[in-house]
């Protein structure tokens, strides 16, 4: 006859090794399933910042080129002529693109400015950095906004279209009348992974 097995006996060594067994499993693939998903997660909200921060930039570049200005500004050094628009593929650290713009709002006239500002626009340590003073003759006392547009840039090619012409240049006080603007600009981003953004933008002070 055969005895029956005492309830209170518990598990065996080998039950208790299967069950430790399959809850490893599952404890795994339920961590493997929840990193997955916060990995997946992390990469949208990055896309989601990358892209937003293109549109940005995008906005702010065609918003300062529709409300470019003809005005020039004079030169630091007081004697060369007045320019209102230079630009050139990006060199260095220097500004690949400066012009004045319009449209900056002084409600009632409290600060002591017109609308006008002067903008820059360069490539350093692989941003792209768009500069903005208060006033379009700026001297060394007056506010700068610095603003980071873009990251991991190489650099930055420009293309002006006049009429049926195009340039990759353009000098703003090169004997040509200071009311002459091109018609569109180009604005060609080259990132360091090799991707291309372009920016084509209708100037605002073009006549």
Avoid: K
Avoid at 49 to 78: E, F, K, Y
């Amino acid at each position: 006859m055969m005895s029956r097995p005492d309830p209170q006996s518990g598990f065996t060594l080998a039950e208790t090794l299967v069950a430790l067994f399959i809850l490893a499993m599952v404890s795994s693939a339920g961590a493997a399933l929840l990193i997955g998903a916060t990995s997946t997660s992390q990469q949208i909200r990055e896309q989601e910042t990358a892209v937003r921060a293109l549109d940005v930039a995008q906005s702010l570049i065609r918003q300062d080129i529709g409300s470019m200005s003809t005005r020039g500004v004079r030169p630091a050094d007081g004697f060369s002529p007045a320019g209102n628009l230079f630009g050139e593929a990006s060199r260095g650290e220097a500004p690949f693109l400066r012009f004045v713009r319009t449209g900056w709002l002084n409600p009632g006239l409290i600060e002591p400015r017109s609308s006008f500002q002067s903008v820059e626009y360069s490539v350093r340590n692989g941003n792209l950095i768009r500069e903005a003073s208060l006033r379009p003759d700026a001297t060394n006392g007056t506010p700068v906004s610095s603003r980071v547009l873009l990251e991991g840039v190489e650099r930055v090619e420009l293309g002006f279209v006049r009429v049926d012409q195009r340039s990759d240049f353009w000098q703003g006080d090169a004997g040509q009348s200071l009311n002459v603007l091109p018609d569109m600009i180009e604005i060609i981003v080259i990132f360091q992974d090799e991707t291309r953004l372009t920016i084509a933008a209708l100037s605002g002070g073009r006549v």
